[in-house]
């Protein structure tokens, strides 16, 4: 990809918050023609209206869920008749809950695998094999996170889902490179978006001063959802394959790649201090 994304097709999901809004309205501003979707209707229609005001073309935009596979073949078949291929396709939309093996539901687990993982498969299945065909090459922008390349406490279900995502995009980083496809896989700490602050955290009383200290702390570290697209847009236009958005992230995987053994011995022991910190003692009434 260039470095400026101007005129270029793009395809965004989760455009209505967080890292998919600032993405959208920062291709708007370099002159994208955008494709955006999200779940969230309203949500949706505010960045479409702040990225036409950016100058930015919003050639189509539609709200539903991707987990849906019909919604998405839909909407794939409707851009794609009317439009062509696409040249960015990123699947950014996601959700979250943290809990361990006696506190997730089976719905919790399928959900995170549902939303997190099919849900940008619909959209792989739908949007490159018109990318392929076209031949003008392109790029794929799957967004894990820092749960999809190291082991958080507490985020069995979510990491299934993004290690997942992460295996995928591998495969397919060599899979499409004979097509001029580059494939990057994002991998945010945390970021200061509403999944942040609404994160479920099964089993767990939020509202318990001692636990909001400890979610306060973790969002104290965020980077914002612009410094993020940012970082994704720069490493999309180097063709890089994992894009950090924190030194941090960076810096922990690289410890867990060069040192298992006291990676291990660190984990574990975040694991005790995570545990503790939320597991506060009974309110007294």
Same mark, same amino acid.
């Given at each position: ?12 999901? @989760? ?28 949500? $949706? ?15 189509? *935009?539609?709200? &539903? ?6 919604? /998405?073949?839909? &909407?794939?078949?409707?851009? *794609? ?17 943290? @809990? ?19 849900? +940008? ?5 739908? &949007?490159?094999? +018109?990318?392929? =065909?076209?031949? !003008? ?5 799957? /967004? ?6 190291? =082991?958080?406490?507490? *985020?069995?279900? %979510?990491? =299934?889902?993004? &290690? ?14 004979? *097509? ?18 609404? /994160? ?8 318990? +001063?001692?636990?909001?200290?400890? /979610? ?16 994704? $847009? =720069?490493?999309?236009?180097?063709? !890089?394959? $994992? ?19 006291? %990676? ?13 910190? $939320? ?7």
């Amino acid at each position: 990809m260039p470095e400026t994304f101007a005129g270029k097709r793009c395809l965004l999901t @989760g455009a209505a918050s967080g890292i998919g809004r600032a993405t959208a309205l920062r291709l708007a501003a370099d002159g994208a023609e955008l494709f955006l979707t999200d779940r969230d209707a309203d949500g $949706l229609a505010l960045t479409v209206a702040d990225a036409e005001a950016l100058g930015g073309t919003v050639a189509a *935009h539609r709200a &539903f869920d991707i987990t849906d596979f019909d919604a /998405v073949t839909a &909407f794939a078949a409707d851009i *794609h008749a009317a439009h062509g291929s696409m040249d960015l396709v990123c699947n950014i939309a996601g959700i979250s809950a943290w @809990g361990t093996v006696s506190t997730l539901t089976h719905q919790h687990w399928k959900s995170m695998v549902d939303v997190n993982l099919m849900g +940008p498969i619909h959209v792989i299945e739908s &949007f490159l094999p +018109p990318m392929v =065909a076209a031949g !003008r090459g392109g790029h794929l922008v799957n /967004v894990s996170s820092a749960a999809g390349i190291v =082991a958080l406490p507490w *985020h069995a279900a %979510y990491s =299934a889902s993004k &290690f997942g995502l992460l295996g995928l995009s591998e495969v397919l980083r060599f899979d499409l490179a004979r *097509h001029r496809i580059g494939v990057s896989v994002v991998v945010p700490g945390a970021v200061k978006t509403p999944l942040v602050q609404t /994160v479920q955290i099964v089993g767990v009383d939020r509202e318990d +001063p001692r636990v909001a200290k400890w /979610v306060d702390r973790f969002a104290g570290h965020a980077v914002s959802p612009e410094h993020a697209a940012a970082k994704l $847009l =720069a490493g999309v236009a180097r063709n !890089r394959f $994992l894009i950090y958005t924190s030194t941090d992230i960076r810096a922990l995987h690289l410890f867990k790649r060069l040192a298992w053994g006291p %990676y291990s011995v660190a984990m574990t022991r975040v694991n005790v201090l995570f545990t503790r910190a $939320l597991r506060p003692k009974p309110r007294r009434v």
